[in-house]
């Protein structure tokens, strides 16, 4: 609505000059005078009265006014602008309250009596009007594009509607056209004609071939598009719709949805919006239609749980039924999804089983999804699940329920397996139901479960990158998603699982405290490739070189190969891309090691230097940068995204390399809750497109390329795009009271304001963001942790951001 009419009033501007100044003999003081008045009672926030009233002012000045009436209409206008600029929501319904607002001033004499107030639509359908007669052209924006079906519904209702509708409908029009001039928001039509909004509780089945029954309801004006619902002055968007349930032959079908509601001005300083459920119950004019209503939502990819007549089971009446309204072919739906859900029942201080039985489930089982639910007996039991489960049980995918834990532990089980192919593909969904769920906050900017849930429902898949930490020490790799952290972050974490009986979710706080009582000196030398624009260029060549396809790619692909074209099954986030160990690690002391940017980050301690069997050279000097080649020309190969190979010879391969390692698929006791849990980050935008109902076609040529050994034979040329890439190596060595390494911006989920840690950081950009803290000294934590919360860390002298 809001950018609909800045939009018309763009429109305006650019067609009908011509009009504004046949309007400008107004009244501009007495106009002004009476506006603020008007404006003042609408009780809008100051700031934004005062906004408002400016524009008008402007506004009024510039095209003038021939009416006080068509004052009001600008200043309606006016109100909507500013409210969109500053995001302040004025409702549709406002318009309407504005003018009983100016009637109840004219009533009472405090302004001079008029013709019936004009709302800002029509004055706009006016200069609109004007303006395509000046230009000659069809430029409104009112007109919903084409219709792509036509449908009989909208033909045969404009026939048959009674006069005593066709009055009620007319009563409704200025409604609809509100509708209208959203279009460009709406996308395009695919049905419209009249509906009854049912709102009686309980309604037999058969009351409604009652036609007296539901005389009384008013028939409005309804549209679907290829975005909303639109009826009266209601718009419905598609997508906080979940499903629509319908009967065979019956004129009613309910649309179930869960719209976000937004707290009232006077409460939205304490409350949040929030998405609870509403159920519209609409009755068609016939069967007919109501059946092509529902094969409309069906074709908007929305779920259609369709049940048979409540009268075929009576068999007098069966034949009779059968032969009158069972003419129908059956409706299309998307076919239900069947996922894995993994519940940590501990998770969120033992509120996750409520949150997902009372909350989610239920949305789930409106939009048809089949879903078989394990609850976790121990730490450790979701990445065992997720590492034995046979993927035909869930080829949709898997629901993690709880913290950033559960789901680190599932990502760590999927990628331990052997067909790391298909693992990789499985999508994740995540429940934020856990104390810290900065992951799905941090990926999708989504905190509440039920918008979670509605975001897995309506598919669609994020791609995010994935690093792997190795502990030098056993070989062990753990995977991770957002942050790996050294130092006192680390230790803190560390320290905290041995309170988790006694202190729960206090732990961390309670481990921070001692730890920051005896904060010990931490040194380390630190290796890293910063991201620089040439490295970027290099490997960008390098990969066009192997012809690599991404993940994104695959979905296309799926995408593509799916017959009936449905689209897949999706989550919240896939694996887009997996850190491979280095192989060179005889060598040297790697905590990352593809050539990923992720794993260009190496960091050692004193403890793993000493523990470590083999080492590179460090350099004596704690501050110096200084340019090293420390990998073997053959062994660092961007792998992540080259061609793929089999899954068997990437695991294998790393043992065999290295016999004191164990293979990728080592479910080591080093393992444990991704570190990751106290940070996050702003969600990416949702690939848009529903990916569900596409079948995997993992006999295909799988284009995702796993991490594997580098290419035996390599050209001169790629050798010296290599040797160019080592030359940026930086060594630091010194002490450190943290370093953390950021896969993405990390926005802090428990801060009021939405300061990051790393503010360079995407989730998804083939690199991570390094934040060093440097020296020590607790005064020096104690400010970094300070300043952290004001988002202003990054001031600080001793913190280095490198990407
Ligand atoms: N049934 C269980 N009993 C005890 N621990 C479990 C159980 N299931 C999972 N865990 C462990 O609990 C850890 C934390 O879980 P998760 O992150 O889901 O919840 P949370 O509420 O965010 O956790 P936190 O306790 O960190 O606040 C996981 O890493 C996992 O190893």
């Known amino acids: 609505m809001i950018h609909s009419i800045l939009f018309f009033s763009n429109t305006i501007h650019h067609h009908c000059p011509t009009h504004f100044l046949r309007l400008s003999n107004s009244t501009p003081t007495a106009a002004s005078a009476a506006a603020a008045a008007a404006v003042d009672n609408c009780r809008l926030p100051p700031a934004i009265t005062k906004r408002i009233l400016s524009d008008f002012a402007c506004l009024s000045a510039s095209i003038g006014a021939q009416s006080l009436q068509e004052s009001f209409s600008w200043l309606l206008i006016a109100m909507y602008v500013v409210a969109a600029k500053r995001k302040f929501r004025l409702p549709l319904s406002f318009a309407f309250h504005f003018s009983g607002i100016v009637d109840g001033m004219q009533n009472s004499g405090s302004l001079p009596k008029s013709n019936s107030f004009r709302t800002p639509q029509q004055a706009l359908r006016q200069l609109n009007c004007c303006s395509q007669i000046s230009t000659g052209q069809q430029t409104s924006p009112i007109v919903f594009p084409e219709k792509r079906t036509k449908n009989k519904a909208s033909r045969r209702s404009d026939v048959s509607a009674s006069s005593d509708d066709f009055k009620k409908a007319k009563r409704e029009e200025h409604r609809i056209d509100i509708g209208d001039e959203q279009s460009d928001l709406l996308g395009y039509e695919v049905i419209s004609g009249k509906l009854v909004l049912d709102k009686r509780k309980t309604v037999k089945a058969t009351d409604e071939q009652n036609s007296a029954e539901t005389a009384h309801l008013d028939n409005v004006d309804a549209k679907l598009t290829s975005k909303a619902l639109l009826w009266g002055s209601h718009v419905l968007r598609l997508d906080d719709v979940i499903s629509v349930s319908y009967n065979y032959g019956l004129r009613r079908f309910i649309v179930h949805s869960y719209p976000i509601k937004r707290p009232s001005y006077s409460l939205s300083c304490f409350s949040k919006s929030s998405r609870s459920r509403k159920d519209f119950c609409f009755l068609a004019s016939t069967p007919d239609e109501a059946f092509q209503w529902v094969t409309g939502f069906a074709d908007q990819h929305c779920f259609v749980n369709c049940s048979p007549h409540p009268l075929v089971s009576s068999k007098k009446q069966e034949s009779e039924i059968l032969a009158s309204d069972f003419s129908y072919s059956h409706i299309k739906s998307k076919r239900p999804p069947r996922m894995l859900v993994i519940l940590n029942p501990r998770s969120g201080r033992g509120r996750s089983s409520k949150v997902f039985h009372n909350l989610v489930e239920p949305i789930f089982k409106l939009a048809g999804f089949k879903l078989e639910v394990v609850k976790t007996t121990s730490a450790g039991h979701a990445r065992d699940l997720a590492f034995n489960v046979d993927f035909s049980t869930c080829p949709d995918g898997i629901i993690c329920v709880g913290g950033d834990g559960i789901v680190n532990e599932v990502l760590n089980g999927l990628l331990c397996r052997d067909n790391q192919k298909e693992a990789i593909s499985i999508p994740i969904g995540i429940i934020p139901a856990g104390s810290d769920n900065s992951l799905v906050w941090t990926v999708l900017g989504v905190r509440d479960p039920v918008s979670a849930a509605l975001a897995i429902v309506k598919g669609g898949l994020t791609a995010t990158d994935v690093f792997a930490v190795e502990w030098v020490q056993t070989g062990v790799i753990h995977f991770g998603m957002t942050v790996t952290y ?318």
């Not at 624009?533 to 190969?561: C, F, P």
Request: net charge negative; hydrophobic share 30%; aromatic share 8%.
């Open 486 to 803: 050294f130092g006192f972050i680390s230790d803190v974490l560390e320290l905290s699982e041995s309170y988790q009986k006694r202190f729960g979710p206090l732990r961390y706080f309670v481990a921070g405290v001692l730890k920051f009582l005896c904060l010990p000196k931490y040194s380390y030398q630190l290796e890293y490739l910063p991201a620089s624009r040439e490295k970027n260029d290099l490997e960008r060549q390098a990969l066009a070189d192997k012809d690599e396809v991404d993940m994104s790619d695959l979905y296309t692909d799926v995408m593509r190969s799916n017959a009936d074209g449905i689209p897949r099954a999706s989550s919240l986030s896939s694996i887009d891309s997996i850190m491979t160990p280095d192989r060179s690690g005889l060598e040297m002391d790697t905590t990352c090691s593809s050539t990923e940017p992720s794993d260009y980050v190496r960091a050692i301690d004193p403890k793993s230097k000493r523990l470590s069997s083999s080492r590179s050279n460090v350099t004596s000097d704690p501050e110096v940068i200084h340019p090293q080649l420390p990998i073997s020309s053959t062994l660092n190969w961007p792998r992540t995204r080259s061609k793929s190979r089999t899954d068997k010879g990437w695991s294998g391969l790393t043992s065999s390399q290295d016999p004191t390692r164990s293979s990728w698929g080592n479910l080591g006791a080093n393992d444990k809750e991704d570190i990751s849990s106290t940070l996050s980050d702003p969600g990416p935008i949702w690939d848009p497109e529903p990916k569900w109902d596409t079948e995997p076609n993992w006999e295909m040529e799988n284009p995702i390329e796993l991490p594997g050994p580098p290419e035996d034979v390599e050209s001169g040329e790629r050798r010296t795009s290599r040797a160019r890439m080592e030359e940026s190596w930086v060594v630091k060595k010194g002490k450190f009271l943290g370093i953390l390494v950021c896969n993405h911006s990390c926005k802090t989920v428990q801060s009021l304001s939405s300061q990051v840690v790393a503010p360079k950081a995407e989730h998804d950009d083939n690199t991570l963001d390094l934040l060093l803290v440097h020296g020590s000294g607790r005064l020096r934590l104690l400010r970094f942790f300070l300043l952290l919360q004001m988002g202003r860390h990054l001031s600080l002298p001793y913190v280095e951001y490198v990407k």
